[in-house]
């Protein structure tokens, strides 16, 4: 991989005005098979923007420069060839490490191997990466314990090196760690690199032990190259262009103290000290040591006037390369590990085990059946021939709508909002198709979504004294069933199409709102130009067919009304159920990727 000149420019909007800031100054570089360059710089220099640049996850609009790789631009095709390990791992909190690694294994590598050789991989992986003592623990997250902050870092490296990829990229993979930590993690990266692989990783404040470890470097100062060249060398450049510890150092800590602009025991070069001594004739202030400013002003010059010249030509010039390597930087067309069925079972089977622990809420369940109690106990078996007791039951039935209507809005709306980076992650990673996994998704809870309901409704239905037929009880069990789903999809599409929380609950208030208030039972004769609102209501059509399902018979016996079979409202929620997902579907699609990584 060769980059040369790149830029990156963002726009950023201000109160009035918008104005464009300059990430990146003209870098240029280089890893090839075998290396392992570090970025390295203070915070802010701009190390994570080079990395996603160099990853092709940013738009290609902003960047200039050019970006090769074997020669070549970056290409979609590229992406099964490139692993990307972000700093925050995004892995399932609740999944062991070995259930993790299989199911990316599974899904990741190719359908010429077997379900057996798959598993067979993710268990050398294991080894390779030394896990075998947390294989069975939980990986952990904000709210349950799981393994060691390294652990969990290497099984986020595991995860992108299981396909083999040709350039591996990494954020910040040892922060937070201790130094033993650390180290073990950099050896991984350089056995990695010594197996034929280019590693690229970005690295904060690196002990000397670290540092030596780097076969090349570059070294970032507000978005401008200081340093691109052999690690090994970096101290040898820099004492050349006058800059030298004056007491033993850590490499890297020398080298941020360049890059941070400050020099205390570092020899200040005679170019520096003529600057430093027109600025101090022009001001008031005497200084002994030069200000940042003027610091990075002669390294970038130092390094542009230098190196960069004979380093860009070396850049420019194609690079020899092996037969072997060619061959595995040569990009297969994309190729899914599983069929759509299979990635279907596989997405719904880890969804569950993730959610094993939600997916019996016991709060869940005694929300519900106390409603259905206290529900039960209000309407104690209510008679429709006691002069309020029609009225009172058909309240119970509007009530019966509108809370199943409301609390699958609300769950739903988590649902993509809280894995858009995983999703992100692993459909950047060509894991699985998006209809399989939206499927999957979508369709692994109703098993517990359809208990819930005939729950609530055997307490509340016998307790209220709602008419007593098999036929009653089962069609208003599917009323109710077709509700939820609907009102599920109403949250599913605002959830995806929004991607944020505080947002889309505050829609979803409102159009839950407005679809109880149209749904049939506190105002009857609506104004015509509004009455369409009520056909959009799935509150309406099942308050609807609760009531057909429980009076029919008497409407049309007593007083010879014809209501008609219920087909309109089921159709309509069915369109609702299909149009909701169908929406919810599309704006998965339309998803940035890496939006959230
Ligand atoms: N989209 C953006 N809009 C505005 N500024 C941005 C944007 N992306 C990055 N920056 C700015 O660019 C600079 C470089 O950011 P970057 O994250 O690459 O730094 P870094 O060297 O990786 O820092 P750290 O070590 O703290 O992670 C920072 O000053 C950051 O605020």
Known sequence: MQFIDITYKVTTKGMTSSSEKSILNGISGSAYPGELLALMGPSGSGKTTLLNVLGGRFDQQNIGGLVSYNDKPYSKHLKTRIGFVTQEDVLFPHLTVIETLTYTARLRLPKTLTKQEKEQRAVSMIQELGLERCQGTMIGGSFVRG?????????????????????????????????????????????????????????????????????????????????????????????????????????????????????????????????????????????????????????????????????????????????????????????????????????????????RHDYFSWLRVTQVLSTAIILGLLWWQSDIHHPKGLQDQVGLLFFIAVFWGFFPVFTAIFTFPQEIAMLSKERESNMYRLSAYFVARTTSDLPLDLILPVLFLVVVYFMAGLRLSAESFFLSVLTVFLCIVAAQGLGLAIGASLMDLKKATTLASVTVMTFMLAGGYFVKKVPNFIAWIRFMSFNYHTYKLLVKVQYQEIMENVNGEEIGSGIKEVSALVAMIIGYRLLAYLSLRRMKLHSST
């Open 147 to 355: 393994v060691s902050g390294g652990e969990r870092k290497r099984v986020s490296i595991g995860i992108e090196i299981m396909t083999n990829p040709s350039l591996l990229l990494l954020d910040e993979p040892t922060s937070s760690l201790d130094s033993t930590t650390a180290l073990k993690i950099v050896q991984m990266l350089q056995s990695i690199a010594k197996a034929g692989k280019t590693v690229v990783t970005t690295i904060h404040q690196p002990s000397s032990r670290l540092f030596h470890r780097f076969d090349k470097l570059v070294v970032l100062s507000r978005g401008s190259l200081l340093y691109f060249g052999k690690a090994s060398e970096a101290m040898s450049y820099f004492s050349s262009i006058g800059c030298s510890p004056l007491l033993a150092m850590n490499p890297a800590e020398f080298l941020l103290d360049l890059a941070n602009g400050n020099m205390n025991d570092i020899s200040i070069p005679s170019a520096l000290k003529e600057k430093m001594k027109m600025e101090n004739s022009c001001s008031e202030i005497r200084s002994s040591k030069p200000t940042p400013t003027i610091v990075y002003e002669y390294l970038e010059e130092a390094y542009k006037t230098q190196i960069s010249v004979v380093e860009k030509k070396k850049l420019m010039a194609p690079v020899p390369l092996d037969e072997e390597v060619k061959l595995m930087i040569t990009c297969p067309k994309r190729e899914w590990g599983l069929s759509w069925w299979e990635q279907y079972c596989l997405l719904s089977l880890r969804g569950i085990k993730e959610r």
